[in-house]
Nanobody
């Protein structure tokens, strides 16, 4: 299973970015896909996730109302639209996927995911 991310970059406060994550692999059964972000010295934080079978979503409180996660099931691709970006959104964003994922889409943790992307840097200044 491979996850390919794109869309990171540098923006000013208030700007927008869109991340994408394409999941491929014959053994992968579409389940939960989303993003964690990490800054040096801190634990990886769950940002937003979507559960493919019913499109249910999870957002961290810090991004609710600003970020939107969506999916194109035909392309096995998930998108994270990030608006009204703040300096505290800065970090390395890692796409993660799992055929099962966190139970009830509650408090996703890194241990809930078996597949990871390479990471894409988001910098807000």
């Amino acid at each position: 299973v491979q996850l390919v991310e794109s869309g990171g970059g540098s923006v000013q406060t208030g700007g927008s970015l869109r991340l994408s994550c394409s999941v491929s692999g014959d053994s992968y059964i579409p389940g939960c896909v989303g993003w964690f972000r990490q800054v040096p010295g801190q634990v990886r934080e769950g940002v937003a996730f979507i559960y493919a079978p019913d499109s249910s979503t999870y957002y961290a409180d810090s991004v609710k109302g600003r970020f939107t996660i969506s999916q194109d099931a035909a392309k096995n691709t998930v998108y994270l639209q990030m608006n009204s970006l703040k300096p505290e959104d800065t970090g390395m964003y890692y796409c993660a996927a799992d055929s099962v994922g966190p139970i009830g889409m509650l408090n996703p943790l890194p241990a809930d995911f078996n597949y990871w992307g390479q990471g894409t840097q988001v910098t807000v200044s």
